[in-house]
């Protein structure tokens, strides 16, 4: 059925101040004495997961880019081998300093028995390690980039940084790469003594810890083939022999590389399914209905309701 003219002014006048009336309300809350406000970010772990997929994304991008050189049977320098390498750098560096930021927080929650709370501080972590990873690749591609010769060039079946530039290489990805795997084995060494009776928490502080360590411990495992055939063929070209590395070793070992994404996906999916930043939208949680006036905030009595909060915290390290 079609709406005249007068209904449709007449409905799109409601749907405005419905609108208007949910973000007035909404702003009210947030600056109001409410004992419960909705935020993106409820957690400093939130914050890490965030910056942790932001790096997969990135990651994935580069890997998506090998499609063209799938297509045209061949790799050359140009700008489309300097965009895929400069990804695969930002992003593959993002998700190791992501993964060993989470490492070192369940450590530090290991260690002391409490946890980082502050979402700021967490904020002005993640913000250093995104600007140092942004000017490391930049600083790599000004200082080494000339016509014919790219700063990122094929390695050989994808463009990344290119083989006369080993300590570009080294202290550009992969030292960060094995730093996440050492931090990730000592943080193992600490859980494997608190197993034993050496170091004893609470349940629920042993569960979220344990959580929490499946990041780096299944970025260990998926990091450790790539890092031994990469090391392998570094220490040939380094002696000027040729890199005998089999072409199949090195696609197995990115293929392995590349589910990254997936395996955190399906970690967060499974073992943090009402995370403030990746949970299903709700409209309750927000304090307003859709098409009606908004509800009474959760975290206060009504004189006829009997509400009751409860958060979800699984997954979360714990605050102590």
Wanted: charged fraction near 15%; charge should be neutral.
């Amino acid at each position: 059925m079609c709406l005249g003219p007068p209904l449709v002014e007449e409905e799109l006048s409601d749907l405005i101040s419905q609108l208007k009336y949910n973000v007035i309300y909404r702003f009210r809350r947030h600056r109001g004495p409410s004992t419960r406000t909705w935020y993106i970010f409820q957690q400093p772990t939130d914050i890490l997961m965030l910056s942790l997929f932001f790096g997969d994304l990135l990651q994935a991008i580069g890997s998506v880019m090998d499609l063209k050189w799938v297509g045209s049977g061949h790799l050359e320098v140009g700008q489309f081998c300097s965009a895929q390498g400069i990804l695969k750098q930002l992003g593959e560096v993002g998700v190791a300093l992501s993964t060993l930021a989470i490492a070192l927080y369940t450590f530090i929650g290991i260690w002391r028995g409490r946890t980082i709370e502050s979402n700021r501080v967490t904020v002005a972590i993640i913000g250093i390690i995104w600007f140092s990873i942004g000017l490391l690749t930049l600083l790599g591609y000004v200082l080494n980039n000339r016509p014919g010769e790219g700063f990122e060039r094929p390695t050989p079946y994808w463009c990344w940084i290119g083989e006369p530039f080993f300590m570009w290489r080294l202290f550009g990805e992969y030292l960060w790469l094995w730093i996440t795997l050492l931090v990730s084995i000592v943080a193992y060494f600490r859980l494997f003594l608190w197993s034993r009776g050496n170091i004893i928490f609470d349940d629920v502080f042993r569960r979220n810890s344990l959580i929490m360590l499946l990041y780096p411990s299944i970025y260990g495992l998926i990091t450790l083939p790539l890092s031994v055939v990469r090391w392998t063929g570094f220490v040939q070209e380094q002696r000027g022999l040729v890199n005998t590395v089999p072409s199949a070793a090195t696609f197995a070992v990115m293929a392995i590389f590349s589910l990254s994404g997936a395996c955190n996906t399906i970690l967060l999916l499974t073992t943090r399914p009402d995370a403030g930043l990746f949970s299903k939208f709700n409209y309750d949680d927000m304090d307003f209905a859709p098409a009606t006036v908004p509800l009474q905030p959760r975290g206060i009595l009504a004189a006829d309701s009997t509400v009751e909060v409860q958060e979800n915290d699984h997954g979360r390290l714990p605050s102590r």
